[in-house]
Every structure is written in C-alpha cells, then in structure tokens.
C-alpha cells in the first residue's frame, strides 16, 4: 500500500510537469490550431540560460524569475518573426517550421553548452519528508507545489484579468474578437510568450532529476502529447488532469507491470497515444469536431 | 518533356551514376551508394506525405524495420542480401498498411503527432527486444563479394546495386503516381471529401499508400544495412525521421526526381559543416527547413518545375503571339487545407 501510494505521489510529480508542457500545448493550439512541436526544446534552452545564470552566481528564485521574462520575451519573438509569416498556411508547412525550430533549439543548445550533461541544482531541500510510513522526496512535493501556483496563477489572469479574458476571446472567436477591438494577433504573440513560460518551468523544476543535456525533454515531450491528446487539445483543464493521470498511469505501470519496467516506458505513451486518438480523439474534455459536408 | 527526351534523360542520368565507379574513392561511393538508399527512403515518404497529404514524422521506424529484417535474416539465419532486401519490402508493405488502417482515423495533425511519437520511441523498443536485436549492440554484418568473379570491390558492388535498385523503384514510383492509384492519391490529398463523391475507396487507398511507402522505406533501410554492414538501435531516433521529412521538403513534396536532390542534400550537407562544428549540420538543416518554407515550399523540383513553364510559355507566346499564352499547367503540388482565420 505504502509502494502505492508512494508512487502516486511521484507519479502525481511528474504528471505536474507534463502538465505544465502539455498546458503550454495547449495553449498554442487552441489560439492557432497548431501544435509546437518544439515546445519542449525551448523549454530546454531556457534551462539552459538559468544554468547559466546560476552558474555566473545568481540566486535561484532570482534565476528563476528571469528566466521567466526572458523564455516570454522569446516565445512572443518566436511567434512574431517564425510563425506569423506561415500563420495562413496548410498544416504541413506550419508542421516543417515547427520541426525546423525544434532542430534548431537542440543544436544551438548543444553548440554553445556542448552535451555533456550538467547537474542542475533543486531549490528544495533534499531531506526527504516522512508521513507515517510512506517517504516523500521534498522535490517531488515542490514540483507538484510549483505546478499547482502556476495553475492557479493562469486561472486567476485568465478568469479575472481583461487581458486574459482579450487572450481567451482572441483564441475562441478570432473574427468577433477583432470587430470588438482586440488585436487578435498579438494575442497570438502573448500565448506563445506564456506557452514559452510554462515551458521553462517544466524545463527547471525536471532538470534536477534527469540532469541537463540537449535530449533532456525528448522523453518528456512525447509525455506531454499523451496528456495533452488524453485531456484534450482544446482543453487546459484537460492538459492538466491529462498530465497527472499519464504521470501517474507511467509510474504505475513501470512498478506493477514487470515486463515493462523502466526500458519500455516511451512505448507506454507512445501506446496510449494511438488508444486514444482511436477511441476517442478528442480527448476527455476536448470538444468533439464534427465535420458537415 | 517529349516521352522520348524524359526516357533519354533518366537512361543518361543512370548510365552517368553508372560510370561513378571508375572516378570515385571507396568511401565516396560508399556515400554515394547512402545517396542512393536515402533516394528511395525519400521516395516513399514522398509517396505519403507529398502525394498523399497524410504528414508522417516517423518513417525512420519502417526505415528500422527494414534495415533490422535484413540484418537478423543475414545473421541469424544466413540468407542472402539478394534475398533479404525483397523480403524487407514485403515486412514493411505489411506493417505499413497495418499501421496506415487505424491512422485513417487520425487527421493530419494527430497523425504527425502519432507518428513523431512512433519515431520517439522506436530505438526503445529496438534495444528491449535484445533476443532478436542484439540490444544496444546492435547486429555487426559483413559485406558481399561480388558475384560472378566480376572484378569489383565490395563497394563497388554495393555502389551498382543500390543504383539498379533505385532506377527500378524510381521508375516503379513514376508508373504508380501517373496512373489511376496516384490521381486517387492526389485527389484525396486535395480534397477527400470530393474524391470519396467521386467514388475513390479512401480507406483502400490511403493504407495501400502507407504500405507501398513504407515498404519503399524498409527497402532502403535493408539495403543500407547492407551497405554499412552494422545496424544499432540510436541510429534510428527520430532525427532520422526528421531527416527524411526535410529531405523531402528541399527535394520538392509531390516529386519523383526531386528526392535525388534531398537525398544529395541531407547525405553530403552534414559533411561539409560537421567542418565548422559538431552541432552546425543541425541548425543548418533547421534554418533550410524553415528557409525553404518560406522561399520554396515546393522544393527545388518546384522551383525547376516553375521555371521550365515560365520558359516554355514565353517560347509559346512568341510563336503564336502574345493572346495564346497558356495558364500555368497544373501543378501537382499540394495544397492542403487552407486555414480560415
């Protein structure tokens, strides 16, 4: 029961972090119906700045922070010089920028860092917790504490802010949106720029556990499309519950299940994927599509 | 091009690599011999993702399947590569077309997502299956003589080998895309809903497309290892897939020659600015990808295919006078789904 509960918890961690770059997901999508297939390498390049930062000597939340600003800055770049120029395009075009930029992040990453793997600092104690009989690493219990603020954070600008409410209009309704004076595309920018920050708070708070190296957040992305297909893309509250059930579904499955153990794991989502998207495509929460001819 | 003009470009073209062996080095034609293999990968993406609009990020998987059939057929149980590339082509053929049954459900999107997720976790399962494998050792081959006491080296046959066998699919590939089967796929890459009113069988035809393009892949992928006589798990990570995807791209999407151009590309590009430094062939590929997005998104066949009509139209217009200029012919470039606001 301990064993249970203990990977839960862990898996309740991870699954934060999925659902941070699986939000960031999102987010994109429901704005412009594409997906950012680089999402998790520039989540990795703004770990890569906060390395440095904390390298040159800066304090952690100070770190943090402006890594934050600087991952919004680039996000609303990104979207501004990269993507809008192929904003009208077919699917298949966006998809290639969108490869492009990922190889792009990963190898620029790798030129100016080199790939040796780095150790990344956690900002939590590493004395672990005790509750009754079941351990909880303190990392894992601020993971899931970042996760939960940000959330909450998001929720709050969207629900109660006139900008948010301009962001969610913009994402829902681009049309309308402009004829009540919204500038519908730089409401694009700015949900790139947020995508961007969610990136690279998935990016710092996984770094201590996996260690930092370009191919850091490979695994971790094709995570974050599981959760993001099992919650729906048109969903943020389906991103969210998504991540944490597939971190926990990963945790469990690596413990119960023998024959999968750690080797299989990207199969495993790779495998929930494909269910999903056949079963039902749209996810739990997303809207079903129905298409009139 | 007249019929006779196109059939005397391809037997020059092919007579010309042909000659390659006297001029070149082991190792160029060693490189040369991996143009051709990334010829024919690049042909069969093309097939699905140019011609038939269904965007796959994960052909480095069927690219796997192959070159690991032919290595354990070679290995374990000592048949010969003569063998094994066909039967590579068949395993694929299947997987393809089993895979391409429930990917008609998935919608563009969702099936990149599918696939890139495919690509992602292929080198796992490659080094879990260790019994068959050979885990993260992968399979050491050795490579074949020449037969018939020719005297040529190994690469030298190798070299000729994967010509004759590009020459074919390539003329195999140019049959299927001007016939019945390749104006479905272009229709149902335009515009299925209207190609299904037309009475074109989506189902049949889409998964025989991700068959015959993965089978395309997986003879490739069979003659490569062949050719580098070593199969490893991390040579097949999904850089590989992105590799073959921009390689169609600067070839030209909805191409049969132009996958030459890619193949040349994505082979001897790395070499040149592996020069300047270990991590530049990435970004410069991921600088062409967008680049090309932008300039030429039809590639540089496109780009030749434009040109040479602008050409032949300016000829036509001052033999018959300036009222006779014809439209632009009808590109067979794909046009996808425009987006609406």
Known sequence: MEVFLQQVVSGLATGGIYASLALALVMIYQATDVVNFAQGEMAMFATYLTWSMLNAGVPYWGAFLATLIIAFV???????????????????????????????????????????????????????????????????????????????????????????????????????????????????????????????????????????????????????????????????????????????????????????????????????????????????????????? | MSRAARIGLFLAVVGAAGMLPVFLSSFRLFQFTQVCVYAIALMGLNLLTGYNGQISLGHGAFYAVGAYTSAIMMDRWGIAYGWTVPAAGLVCFVAGFLFGRPALRLEGLYLALATFSLALAVPQILKYFEHWTGGSQGIVLSKPQAPWGLRLTEDQWLYLVSLAVTAVMFLFAVNLVRGRVGRAMVAIRDNPVAAQAMGVDLALVKSLTFGVSAAYTGVAGALSAVAIAYVAPDSFNVFLSITFLIGIVIGGLASIWGNLFGALFIQFVPNWAQDISKAAPWAIFGIFLIGFMYVMPDGVAGAVRRLWIRLRSRRVSQKLGDDAVPSEAHPSTPQGHRRTT
């Open chain 1, 74 to 293: 680039g996000g609303v770049l990104i979207q501004r010089l990269v993507i809008r120029p192929v904003e009208n395009a077919p699917i298949l075009t966006i998809v290639i920028v969108t490869l492009g930029l990922l190889v792009i992040c990963n190898s620029v990453a790798g030129w100016i860092w080199s790939y040796v793997q780095k150790p990344f600092p956690s900002p939590f104690p590493s004395r672990p917790l005790r509750l009754g009989a079941i351990v909880f690493g303190a990392h894992d219990l601020g993971e899931i504490g970042v996760t939960l603020l940000t959330l909450l954070l998001l929720f709050l600008f969207f629900r109660y802010t006139p900008l948010g409410l301009a962001m969610r209009a913009a994402a829902q309704n681009p049309m309308s949106s402009r004829l009540v004076g919204i500038r519908v595309s730089r409401m694009l920018a700015l949900g790139w720029g947020l995508a961007a920050v969610f990136g690279a708070v998935a990016g710092m708070m996984v770094a201590p556990i996996l260690t930092l190296e370009p191919n850091m957040m490979g695994g971790i992305q094709i995570y974050a499309f599981a959760a993001a297909t099992l919650g729906g893309f048109t969903s943020p509250l389906g991103a969210v519950v998504g991540g944490l059930l597939v971190g926990i579904v990963e945790n469990l499955v690596g413990t119960y299940v023998s024959f999968i153990g750690t080797e299989l794991k990207l199969t495993v989502a790779l495998a929930m994927i494909i269910v999903v998207l056949l079963v039902r495509p749209s996810g739990l929460f997303g809207r079903v599509h129905v298409r009139r001819v």
